[in-house]
């Protein structure tokens, strides 16, 4: 059974930063790209960056440079440094693969950046 859990989201103020961290079992983690989405009040879920197995990344243009994926194949897990936040990053944030698997979706981990 797959399992995909997100931690580490809360309120911090603009320009502050947080460490996101997902969990994942059930599946051939080091085989796999994974990625963060992330849901904002009122838009759908959408992709934010991307880390292939190899350890390359691909990030949306809205994060390039403030935020960094990583990963650690020995603990299967995947982390998100993100830095120099703004209100609009605010929103639920999701690992998943890539591309993502409809039935892998955990609960997510609240973003709130506000002052």
């Known amino acids: 059974q797959v399992q995909l859990v997100e931690s580490g989201g809360g309120l911090v103020q603009p320009g502050g930063s947080l460490r996101l961290s997902c969990a994942a079992s059930g599946f051939t983690f080091g085989h796999s790209a994974m990625s963060w989405y992330r849901q904002s009040p009122g838009k759908q879920r959408g992709w934010v960056e991307t880390?292939?197995?190899?350890?390359?990344?691909n990030y949306a243009d809205s994060v390039k440079g403030r935020f960094t994926i990583s990963r650690d194949n020995g603990k299967n897990t995947v982390a998100l440094q993100m830095n120099s936040l703004n209100p609009e990053d605010t929103g639920v944030y999701y690992c998943?693969?890539?591309?993502?698997?409809?039935?892998?979706w955990g609960q997510g981990t609240q973003v709130t950046v506000s002052s």
């Open positions: 880390i292939t197995r190899g350890g390359s990344a």
């Open positions: 998943n693969n890539y591309p993502a698997v409809s039935t892998y």
